[in-house]
């Protein structure tokens, strides 16, 4: 039987109800790069850099239902972004389980409740 040998991954797609709303939250607070989209792709949606793999995002007339399903960035400053994001009044929550060593990190939503994890190397400068 063939293995199978994942390279890397590619993307990870995520519903939103408001795409001028998901850019301001992606591009303006978290800092991606939106990246052009194939011409064929006819239905609202944004594509951003995020480094390593790509975020697609796609609109849907209904949101998604919450749940522990989420997805994770890695950030120079667990602090910085903690208070940039309590700022535009976004809740920064972690109850201490799964606790990763060398690894600090916070959970957030975005404006339609997908939940993000945000990390930093303990060991990392500032």
């Not at 690894?103 to 993000?116: A, C, L, M, Q, S």
Request: aromatic letters at 8%; hydrophobic letters at 40%.
């Amino acid at each position: 039987m063939a293995a199978i040998r994942v390279e890397r991954m590619d993307h990870v797609a995520i519903d939103v109800t408001d795409m001028d709303r998901a850019r301001a939250f992606y591009t303006g607070l978290l800092g991606l790069r939106e990246i052009p989209r194939p011409a064929s792709f006819d239905f609202p949606g944004a594509w951003f850099e995020t480094g390593s793999a790509v975020l697609h995002v796609v609109s849907r007339p209904d949101r998604d239902a919450e749940g522990r399903r989420h997805i994770c960035f890695v950030v120079k400053n667990l602090g910085d972004a903690a208070a940039a994001m309590r700022a535009a009044g976004f809740p920064v929550s972690n109850d201490g389980r799964g606790t990763i060593p060398g690894i600090e990190r916070f959970y957030t939503v975005d404006p339609d409740g997908n939940r993000i994890e945000i990390q930093c190397s303990s060991t990392s400068p500032g």
